[in-house]
Structures are given as structure tokens and as C-alpha cells.
Nanobody, 115 residues
Framework: QVQLVESGGGLVQPGGSLRLACAAS????????MAWYRQAPGKQREMVAN???????NYADSAKGRFTISRDNAKNTVDLQMNSLRPEDTAVYYC?????????WGQGTQVTVSS
């Protein structure tokens, strides 16, 4: 049974920071491309950041310079460090894993940026 379990979401003030974590089980983690997506009410789900098995990273323009994705293959985890948070970052954040057509999603964790 494959599981992706997110943690670290919550309420933060504008300008604040939050670190999301995703723990994976049931997959050969090191082979998978990992990503964080988010979906705000009334908007399409969008890719925020991803990291390939070899460590190459990509970021949405809105995340560049503020967010950092990292992975620890020994712990089967992928993190998203979010700094300088804005109200527009408010969304449900999802962990995603993909390898050769196999795609898995976490349950999502709510991030709310508000004064």
C-alpha cells in the first residue's frame, strides 16, 4: 500500500515561514520524481516545485526565490521550505510522486496565510 502523508500545514502571518514535509511509503522512493502542488479555491491545481531522482529542481515562477524543495532518500521524505509567505500562497498543498506512469498523491495539507 502506497502512502504519501503530508504534515506541517497551518496558519501563518504574511511574511512568515512554514516547512511542509511528505513521508512516502510503499514505493522505491529514490526512483520517483517528487513534487509539491497546490490548489486554491476556484483555481486549477498548479505545480509549485519538483525535484527529480537525481536532485534537479524546478519551481513555479511564483515560488522562485521564496520556496525550496529538498529530498532525503534515506528517510523517504520530501520537504518544501516556504519563506516570505503571501496571502496568495493560501491553498491546499499536495505531495506527488511519479515514476514511469505511476502517479501517487497525498491527502493534502492546508496552508493559510493571513493576518
Amino acid at each position: 500500500q502506497v502512502q504519501l502523508v503530508e504534515s506541517g500545514g497551518g496558519l501563518v502571518q504574511p511574511g512568515g515561514s512554514l516547512r511542509l514535509a511528505c513521508a512516502a511509503s510503499g514505493i522505491t522512493f529514490r526512483l520517483y520524481k517528487m513534487a509539491w502542488y497546490r490548489q486554491a479555491p476556484g483555481k486549477q491545481r498548479e505545480m509549485v516545485a519538483n525535484i527529480a531522482s537525481g536532485g534537479t529542481t524546478n519551481y513555479a515562477d511564483s515560488a522562485k526565490g521564496r520556496f525550496t524543495i529538498s529530498r532525503d532518500n534515506a528517510k523517504n521524505t520530501v520537504d518544501l521550505q516556504m519563506n516570505s509567505l503571501r496571502p496568495e500562497d493560501t491553498a491546499v498543498y499536495y505531495c506527488n510522486a511519479e515514476f514511469r506512469g505511476r502517479v501517487y498523491w497525498g491527502q493534502g495539507t492546508q496552508v493559510t496565510v493571513s493576518s
